[in-house]
């Protein structure tokens, strides 16, 4: 069992490095083939942080810890009802309760 895990973590870490290795050779490969650096090539996630705002783009377009309190604000004004939350929250309680009252029958 010991050997088991060993040659599990040792493959997981081998296709985590490959993984990253093949990131790299695609944005090196991305540049090259360009041909040139361009000042405007954006990456799809670039990170500001200058002290006092920490500031994020997706894709060219700016976030803001403001854009993410007005969408939070307005999901909960609209309290969207989801069929498949409840569902699962109904069919949790239900097997919730299903092995409480098995686990006491079975120790009383």
Known sequence: ?????????CIVAL??????AGMQLANDGIHKMKGYDD???QNAVAI???????????LGN???SHDLDEKKKKLEEISAFNVFSS?????SEGVSHASE???NLITE
């Open 1 to 9: 069992m010991k050997m088991f895990m060993l040659k599990f973590f």
């Open 15 to 20: 296709m985590f490095i490959s993984v990253l």
């Open 39 to 41: 000042p405007n090539f």
């Open 48 to 58: 500001n942080d200058n002290g006092q705002q920490v500031k994020a783009t997706f």
């Open 62 to 64: 700016e976030i803001s």
């Open 87 to 91: 569902m699962g929250k109904k069919i």
């Open 101 to 103: 009252t098995l686990i």
